[in-house]
């Protein structure tokens, strides 16, 4: 059982919006910033979003991160075939001292 | 651009110690303010992190596998390796090495290689 709870599945149609929720404690996203990873089927995870909202250099303005305190999401607007993949949520956990992940969250786009 | 790549034996007998090495091309290891680290996924399964490193040898370990991980880094050779002992066929995973922008951002990642427990 993860740390992080994400909803194991996720839909939707071409050019919707989708949004994957991350929850956790006051001891991770409470207390420090949450990233994204995306991994497409048979490929290393990449970083998607990081410090809650931060997209990386090539990170297209259709996905973005927010937090509010002990949860975060991830939106995905202008839904593409190619946004089919598992993302993950993840954080430090200042009581664990480690870096925790969440479950995964598989998208399907219809 | 920087690269990682993860080497290592694909298969690793039960009770025996898996080891594999990352090697970090495009950039040193170290460079300021980024740890090294493993993480692993299962077969089906989600991420797990592992353990990440300092290039002067500061380390974080996941608590669930401590009293088994050790990583190490080795920097005349810009490498770092991860040691796991007394492996059993719960190991058997995908396991990825990773540059962090601090402790706990996964920034750059390996490809990935699959090591299984087997005998």
């Known amino acids: 059982q993860s740390v992080l709870t994400q909803p194991p599945s996720a839909s939707g149609t071409p050019g919707q919006t989708v949004t994957i929720s991350c929850s956790g404690s006051?001891?991770?996203?409470?207390?420090?910033?949450v990233n994204w990873y995306q991994q497409l089927p048979g490929t290393a995870p990449r970083l998607l979003i990081l410090?809650?909202?931060q997209r990386p250099s090539g990170v297209p303005d259709r996905f973005s991160g927010s937090k509010s305190g002990t949860s975060a999401s991830l939106a995905i607007s202008g839904l593409q075939s190619e946004d089919e993949a598992d993302y993950y949520c993840?954080?430090?956990?200042?009581?664990?001292?480690?870096?925790?992940f969440g479950g995964g969250t598989k998208l399907t786009v219809l | 651009q920087l690269q990682l790549q993860e080497s290592g034996p694909g298969l690793v007998k039960p009770s025996e110690t898996l080891s594999l090495t990352c090697t970090v091309s495009?950039?040193?290891?170290?460079?300021?303010?980024?740890?090294w680290g493993w993480v692993r996924q299962p077969p089906g399964k989600g991420l797990e992190w592992i353990g990440n490193?300092?290039?002067?040898?500061?380390?974080y370990y996941t608590p669930s596998l401590k009293s088994r991980v050790t990583i190490s880094v080795d920097t005349s050779k810009n490498q770092f390796s991860l040691r796991l002992t007394s492996v059993t066929a719960s190991d058997t995973s995908v396991y990825y090495c990773?540059?962090?922008?601090?402790?706990?951002?996964?920034?750059?990642w390996g490809q990935g290689t699959l090591v299984t427990v087997s005998s």
């Open positions: 006051s001891s991770n996203i409470g207390s420090d910033p």
């Open positions: 490193i300092y290039y002067s040898g500061s380390a």
């Open positions: 410090t809650n909202s």
């Open positions: 495009g950039g040193s290891i170290r460079s300021t303010g980024h740890y």
């Open positions: 993840a954080a430090w956990d200042d009581s664990l001292n480690a870096v925790v």
């Open positions: 990773a540059r962090l922008t601090g402790v706990s951002t996964f920034e750059s």
